[in-house]
């Protein structure tokens, strides 16, 4: 039914999917099959990786459950065209959006594991910014229409110390792209790809990098950028310089707390909210940051390219929380856009923060980082796993029933959550096809005989001294672990 494009039963597609999964894991793929569905049907969210164990979904003992980890594999290239071939959610007028971004894996005591980079997370108090010791995974998700917790995972990389973000995110995103054009999801004709992010990217470099393919680049730069308008053309140079001269590169500036330097901007729009009030956007076309030969730019041949494209901002009435709404500034890599686009521009930008709520769940609720594993190939395969599970979840999105608290208020069948869908698939998996094979009996061996110490100490490992950006960290001196800040006088 899915070669000759019918429209399949949602248990069918379900059960589909289990199979084409079970035949993606290579090696222990019982173990590593089970403990997919041990994720999906154990009560209550997933606190340990032991506490999976005793599930009645996972038929084998906890030193399975290890060993699979840490031993079993894992066929990833055809696991991300299987999830690109996917009935996958769409925007309003039928476009594919894509948002990117990096949750952190924190572990700062995990000191016999290797790979940790520095992540940046935000804390409570004056420690808002930290620095925390973890491993960083660069995520792409396909966002929905509409006010919703859904999203589709598509892709998971791990970052490691010293990449460079941009060029990970862009060849990322291109083995996305070109997967998604060979399943089927774009073809010549159809709107591009939208690729929204939010701040931390240089979106004018992943324009550049990925000019190439048929997307759209939309993200949140600093609210202290600098832009450059359209260099003049010769007669307009020639006008205003009768004296003659040598004609400029660049434009005049546009910056971003100067509304002296906006001037007219060339499409407004204003529109009613019911969370933030009313919506005022102005943007601005053909606009470009003035590159210099520093830094990602340091090696590039030839002459600096000029990356055009529109620049928004967005002024809201009120926030949800109350506090002072700040004008977010916006970038997007198509040059002009008129008022409609002008609106559908910050709103698929709000939309990215969908992922957000995909991020809680697989972390409160699935236990993405809830393993104290250690090698760092076992934990790509539990995130994989995890991506497996909440493909799953969306998959039988239109089968479950709503098990919801006493005190919760009902939702309709098309409005569920993905905790809530979690509730009931223990039932749906007593229908569904269990590929795995049964166990065979064995008994536990004799292990470390009683008195004898541990003769191999542990390989210890320095956290990474470069950002998943690539930039050296410096920690202050007031914030050196360990050590109090002296006083003075």
């Not at 039914?1 to 589909?16: I, K, N, W, Y």
């Not at 997967?179 to 990217?201: C, E, F, K, M, N």
């Not at 076309?285 to 090696?299: N, T």
């Amino acid at each position: 039914m899915v070669e000759q494009g019918v429209q399949c039963d949602p248990f069918a597609e379900l059960s589909c999917f289990r199979g084409v999964f079970y035949d993606c894991l290579t090696g222990r793929r019982d173990a590593l099959f089970e403990l997919a569905d041990a994720v999906l049907c154990t009560d209550g969210p997933v606190k340990t990786l032991v506490g999976l164990a005793p599930a009645p979904e996972h038929r084998r003992g906890h030193g399975a459950l290890y060993g699979a980890l840490n031993r079993g594999r894992l066929d990833v290239d055809r696991l991300r065209a299987e999830l690109a071939g996917l009935p996958l959610p769409r925007a309003a007028d039928g476009r594919l959006v894509l948002a990117v971004d990096v949750p952190p894996w924190l572990r700062p005591d995990a000191d016999t594991s290797d790979a940790r980079s520095f992540c940046h997370t935000y804390g409570r108090g004056d420690a808002r910014h930290q620095m925390i010791p973890g491993w960083p995974y660069s995520w792409v998700v396909a966002l929905e229409s509409g006010r919703t917790a859904w999203v589709a995972p598509l892709d998971a990389v791990r970052l490691r110390p010293g990449d460079d973000l941009a060029a990970v995110t862009a060849a990322q995103l291109r083995d996305l792209v070109e997967r998604l054009v060979a399943a089927g999801q774009w073809s010549p004709g159809d709107p591009p790809v939208l690729i929204v992010a939010d701040a931390g990217y240089d979106v004018m470099r992943l324009a550049y990098l990925l000019r190439d393919l048929p997307v759209e680049i939309l993200g949140r730069p600093r609210s202290d950028r600098v832009m450059r308008r359209p260099a003049p053309t010769r007669a307009q140079f020639a006008a205003a310089n009768p004296a003659g001269g040598r004609p400029p590169k660049h434009g005049a500036e546009f910056i971003f707390k100067d509304a002296r330097t906006w001037g007219t901007p060339d499409a407004e729009t204003k529109a009613q909210t019911t969370r933030y009030g009313t919506a005022r956007a102005q943007s601005w076309d053909r606009l470009h940051p003035e590159l210099q030969g520093r830094a990602a730019w340091r090696d590039h041949p030839g002459r600096l390219p000029v990356i055009e494209g529109t620049v928004i901002r967005l002024q809201v009435e009120h926030l949800p929380s109350g506090g002072d709404p700040k004008p977010p500034w916006l970038w997007w890599s198509r040059p002009t856009a008129g008022p409609t686009e002008t609106d559908l521009a910050w709103q698929t930008f709000l939309r990215r923060f969908d992922i957000e709520h995909f991020f809680r769940m697989i972390k409160q609720t699935l236990g993405w980082t809830a393993p104290r594993l250690r090698d760092a190939e076992a934990l790509d395969r539990w995130t994989w796993l995890i991506a497996v599970a909440h493909t799953q979840l969306r998959l039988a999105r239109s089968l479950a029933v709503d098990l919801r608290r006493p005190w919760e208020k009902p939702a309709e069948p098309d409005k569920l959550t993905p905790a809530r869908v979690r509730r009931g698939f223990r039932h749906l998996h007593a229908r569904t096809s269990t590929p795995a094979a049964v166990p065979k009996p064995t008994r536990a061996g004799p292990g470390r005989p009683p008195g004898s110490t541990n003769r191999r100490s542990t390989t210890r490992y320095d956290v990474g001294l470069l950002l998943a950006t690539g930039e050296s960290y410096r920690r202050p001196a007031h914030h050196t672990v360990g050590s109090k800040p002296r006083r003075t006088g």
